[in-house]
């Protein structure tokens, strides 16, 4: 049962425009959710987060967007850079866990140069 | 060191043995976390540790895993009588209490033939 969802596997953008990576879930207790970058052959390395309590967090060229009542978030990165080709995973956890995460199965991003 | 580190990198074992996967996490961090990470999916949870007891250990698969901590640092993930479907890549994350970005190291692949 998966529940966070990332239904693109891949997206291409072009550098300088805006890449937009989407993230669906089902569980209405995680009140909290991350987005992480894996490199090839490298762990995931912590990108940007966000509180249900919020509805955008931004850091620098980063930006999430949370909406609660569709239970969908959206990392939004601009201007696209060659370096951020990745694979991203959307991740999410309630804090009356243990606060493992549940992650999405990740997007490709690709930026062209 | 300054990271998460897993050793092997690389673990290439036959159907049947014992593996273990060795976690070092940060230091200070007293959450440690195991994920498990097959082609084409997002991690997924195994089991988390808060200081030298496993706090939940809900997403093992099956008793042939098992995995201690104990002094509170260290972790060692066990596999029992591996079978092909073992192969993945293991990833070990580590935060510090009250702390929700967790990191994670480069992950151990385990391959069994």
């Known amino acids: 049962d998966q529940q966070v969802k990332q239904n693109s596997p891949s997206l291409s953008v072009q550098e300088g425009r805006i890449s937009i990576l989407n993230c669906d879930y089902t569980?209405?207790?995680?009140?909290?959710f991350l987005w992480y970058k894996k490199y090839p052959a490298e762990g995931p390395t912590f990108l940007i987060s966000?509180?249900?309590?919020?509805d955008k967090n931004e850091d620098g060229r980063f930006t999430v967007f949370l909406n609660k009542s569709a239970k969908h978030l959206s990392l939004h990165i601009v201007p696209s850079q060659p370096g951020d080709s990745a694979v991203y995973f959307c991740?999410?956890?309630?804090?009356?866990?243990?606060?493992?995460?549940?992650f999405g199965t990740g997007t490709r991003l690709t930026v062209i140069p | 060191g300054a990271g998460v580190s897993q050793t092997p990198s690389n673990k290439v074992t036959e159907k049947g043995k014992y593996v273990e996967l060795r976690c070092d996490p940060i230091?200070?961090?007293?959450?440690l976390y195991w994920y498990r990470q097959s082609l084409g999916q997002g991690p997924e949870f195994l089991i988390y540790?808060?200081?030298?007891?496993?706090?939940?250990d809900s997403g093992l698969p099956n008793d042939r895993f098992f995995a201690v901590r104990p002094e509170g640092s260290v972790s060692t993930l066990k596999i029992q009588r591996t079978e092909r479907g073992d192969s993945a890549v293991y990833l070990c994350?580590?935060?510090?209490?009250?702390?929700?970005?967790?990191?994670f190291g480069q992950g151990t692949r385990l391959t069994v033939v």
């Open positions: 994350a580590s935060s510090a209490q009250g702390n929700t970005e967790a990191f």
């Open positions: 569980n209405s207790m995680f009140d909290y």
């Open positions: 966000i509180s249900s309590i919020k």
């Open positions: 991740a999410a956890y309630y804090q009356t866990g243990a606060n493992n995460l549940f």
């Open positions: 230091s200070g961090h007293t959450a």
């Open positions: 540790f808060q200081g030298t007891g496993a706090a939940d």
